[in-house]
């Protein structure tokens, strides 16, 4: 089993940035990869970044590409998500998952075994 908590979200103004962190406990020997995605209100949860656990290869949704950064410490078994140059558009509740079935995809919510509870990033204008 494994359970992830995220943290770092808040209200910033259009510009701004934060530091998301995914904080893993549990089987995270199991982990292939750690994504990203985002979900705002009447809208799917939409992929926002991927990372390898292993290699740290990295993919990232067109939209953010540039300006968010997705960076992950073994050590600490946690993944971070720098988001920067912030725009009203971003604000959403950003989840943090885990992917144990290795099968690439990493941009699919559906090949995510475990979850986070979200945190909420709010971009004012």
């Known amino acids: 089993q494994v359970m992830l908590t995220e943290s770092g979200g808040g209200l910033v103004q259009a510009g701004g940035s934060l530091r998301l962190s995914c904080a893993a406990s549990?089987?995270?020997?199991?982990?292939?990869?750690m994504g990203w995605f985002r979900q705002s209100p009447g809208n799917a949860r939409d992929f926002v970044a991927a990372?390898?656990?292993?290699?740290?290869?990295?993919v990232y949704a067109d939209s953010v590409k540039g300006r968010f950064t997705i960076s992950r410490d073994n050590a600490k078994n946690t993944g971070y998500l720098h988001v920067n140059s912030l725009n009203p558009e971003d604000t959403a509740v950003y989840y943090c998952?885990?992917?144990?079935?290795?099968?690439?995809?990493?941009?699919?919510?559906?090949?995510?075994?475990?979850w986070g509870q979200g945190t909420q990033v709010t971009v004012s204008s």
């Open positions: 549990g089987r995270t020997d199991r982990f292939y990869a």
């Open positions: 998952a885990g992917n144990t079935r290795g099968r690439g995809y990493y941009n699919d919510a559906d090949e995510y075994d475990y």
């Open positions: 990372i390898t656990w292993g290699q740290g290869s990295t």
